[in-house]
């Protein structure tokens, strides 16, 4: 056996698999959302698909220092030129590759055509994958044991259990997490999810409404409209509450877009929205009479409205039954 040829064909393979990994690493869904659905491809999950292009990686880069060190001779003709008096010159192909690898690196760091449009490709792929397997709650939910992701979601823990039991899915450790408990049950933790989903957001006084604690997973995708949405208030509302961060932007803006505008991260200007409208909140829903007024009072800091009960601040206040 030839190391030569050994060395060429070891380099084809192994760039073979890379670019079926890569291509399959492109069009994989996030982390969250894979994990979170136990999503596969051909039997293989998305960490499987990742440490196989890694270990290919690796194998193509041993391949290739081998490769040069056989041919050192032809690879350093073509880096010069032909004429002796210029040997220290490189070549016009050399250049040229260098000026192609750098192009691309350029254009994709700075996101400019064509390489924002595979980037932008990727990014289509994922968001689909988010919206035909579902999102957690959270990123990485699956990774928290039952107690804790129920407080998270808003769910007594105790209730959660007792629900997951009602429904067959038995909990005997308490401190095991989402994804240890689907797998002991041949499920996914987004099939746990759906037992308990209807739970979420019941608090101690029985208020639901506003934004989660938590942003939710893909809270930087979401436009602010649909940050509105999720707080279930008008969308003038929260471009009034950005507007007193001086923040400007438009319904259809995605979060992170106008975060990176102001040198903010989505979380933050997520978390910057929560807790204007949970203040806003708290004064809307007091009882008739405290003296407090309606959510866009209490934004603005005008005078108090009258106090119209349940309902007055739609999807932020309603009380329970007594």
């Excluded at 979060?255 to 807790?275: C, D, K, M, N, S």
């Amino acid at each position: 056996m030839k190391l030569r040829r050994i060395t060429s064909l070891t380099i084809l393979l192994a760039f073979v698999a890379m670019a079926l990994t890569g291509v399959v690493l492109y069009l994989v869904p996030e982390g969250r959302v894979a994990y979170w659905s136990g999503w596969t491809l051909w039997g293989l999950s998305k960490t499987q698909w990742g440490q196989v292009h890694l270990t290919m990686g690796l194998l193509m880069l041993v391949a290739g220092i081998v490769h040069v060190w056989l041919n050192w001779r032809p690879i350093v003709s073509y880096l010069r030129t032909r004429p002796r008096r210029a040997r220290l010159l490189v070549s016009p192909e050399a250049a040229a590759a260098l000026a192609l690898t750098l192009a691309v690196a350029v254009l994709t760091l700075f996101e400019i055509p064509p390489m924002s449009w595979v980037l932008a490709g990727s990014e289509a792929f994922k968001a689909r994958a988010a919206t035909v397997y579902g999102e957690p709650p959270y990123g990485h939910a699956e990774q928290s044991p039952l107690g804790v992701f129920a407080r998270r979601v808003g769910i007594d823990p105790m209730l959660a259990r007792q629900t997951l039991e009602q429904a067959g899915w038995s909990v005997p450790d308490p401190g095991a997490t989402l994804a240890e408990i689907a797998a002991a049950h041949g499920r996914t933790p987004r099939d746990l999810w759906r037992v308990l989903e209807p739970l979420a957001g019941r608090e101690a006084d029985g208020r639901r409404g506003g934004l989660p604690l938590e942003p939710p997973a893909g809270t930087g995708r979401r436009t602010v409209g649909e940050i509105a949405g999720l707080a279930g208030v008008p969308v003038e509302t929260v471009l009034d509450v950005l507007a007193d961060e001086g923040i400007e932007a438009a319904a259809g803006t995605p979060l992170r877009e106008v975060a990176e505008r102001h040198g903010r991260t989505a979380q933050q200007l997520y978390e910057a929205i929560r807790q204007r409208l949970s203040a806003a909140s708290a004064e809307a829903c007091a009882p008739p009479g405290s003296g407090t007024g309606t959510l866009d009072a209490a934004l603005e800091g005008g005078p108090a409205a009258p106090h119209h009960g349940a309902g007055s601040s739609p999807g932020l206040c309603t009380f329970p039954a007594r």
